[in-house]
């Protein structure tokens, strides 16, 4: 019984210590990008989109290096589904979110689009190394296809990704970095990034132990990594997702609560989930083929309903979100306590 305390206690000061460090190296290195003369448009794209998906970043690298594909399986895609169902669904609870129709007809469907692409690949049972050097392709050409405009909210949609991509345009693209000349100011940047690079070391002590406890604990109660990686991992590095998306909704930004709800699913299942295949091959298991694949998708088609056309999502909307990620929870439950039928 100590034994089960102490390792959760150090689950939990791990989770604890990984969302911190996150979001003071969001934070710093965000000053030291302003400071060496980055425009805020593209720190706001990269850093603050990438950064609240840190967590899901480190630990699925740390799972990868150790031998646990199924825990970054179920982290990646179980942080989706609960950045959709539970996070974004909790957030249209407490205001109806008002939305751009930018972020709906290009970010929406690109997630959309991803979560497909991904799940096609679960159907050929392992993800190669090949697959995901694609996946990384498509993020890094989204990435650049926003850069090459000057503000969000452009009259750039999905299709005009698609044309994009497909027409290798992103590689003709090159990035434009304004160059400060105030070398007080780069003596503040060179501070904020030693700050940054030591909550770094943070990050991954964190992630480590977050990796480590989930796979004693799963070991420990008789489920699988995956089922922890969909459940507890996947809800504990959400975390900054949640917060930022509630302090957003309470202010009446909903356009922010979506779109950073956007491209953290985007990180996700295109970039992080593309890294941690480069380490090492990922085999799907039946339960992840068959449910949590397409669920991620059945999710993600349901909110761009909800928001098509309309640009909000009212509260009843966001409840029927955190009704069906409830559901997910209870089948995923009862999927280990068939304890064979499906393999999470």
Not at 35 to 57: C, D, H, N, Q, R
Not at 64 to 74: F, H, R, T, W, Y
Not at 186 to 215: N, P, Q, R
Request: aromatic share 12%; proline share 1%; net charge neutral.
């Amino acid at each position: 019984m100590i034994e089960y305390i102490f390792n959760i206690f150090l689950f939990a000061i791990g989770l604890f210590v990984l969302i911190k460090a996150s979001d003071i190296f969001v934070d710093k290195i965000s000053i030291f990008a302003k400071s060496v003369g980055i425009s805020e448009f593209i720190i706001g794209l990269t850093l603050v989109a990438f950064g609240t998906s840190m967590p899901e970043f480190v630990s699925s690298i740390i799972a990868s290096i150790k031998g646990s594909p199924q825990l970054v399986v179920g982290n990646l895609l179980g942080s989706n589904i609960a950045n959709i169902g539970l996070i974004l669904g909790i957030t249209g609870m407490i205001s109806v979110i008002r939305l751009e129709e930018g972020v709906i007809r290009r970010d929406g469907y690109i997630m959309l689009a991803s979560s497909i692409i991904v799940y096609l690949f679960t159907v050929s049972v392992e993800l190669s190394r090949f697959e995901a050097l694609m996946l990384i392709m498509m993020y890094v050409s989204y990435l650049i296809f926003l850069f090459k405009e000057k503000t969000i909210f452009e009259t750039d949609f999905f299709e005009d990704y698609l044309h994009f991509f497909i027409n290798f345009q992103f590689l003709k693209v090159l990035r434009k970095v304004n160059h400060a000349g105030d070398r007080s100011k780069h003596v503040v940047a060179y501070k904020e990034l030693f700050i940054s690079l030591g909550c770094l070391i943070f990050v991954i002590i964190g992630a480590d132990l977050i990796v480590d406890k989930s796979i004693w604990l799963a070991g420990a109660i008789g489920v699988t990594e995956g089922f922890i990686g969909l459940t507890i991992v996947a809800l504990g590095t959400s975390l900054p997702e949640l917060s930022i998306s509630i302090a957003a909704a309470r202010k009446g930004q909903g356009d922010i609560a979506l779109g950073n709800i956007l491209g953290s699913n985007i990180v996700n299942i295109l970039f992080i989930l593309g890294a941690c295949v480069l380490i090492a091959p990922i085999q799907f298991t039946r339960f992840t083929t068959f449910f949590v694949g397409p669920f991620m998708i059945f999710l993600s088609a349901m909110l761009m309903m909800f928001i098509i056309g309309k640009n909000r999502l009212k509260r009843w909307q966001g409840a029927v979100l955190v009704g069906f990620y409830l559901l997910f929870i209870l089948v995923s439950i009862a999927n280990q306590l068939l304890n064979g039928i499906f393999t999470v």
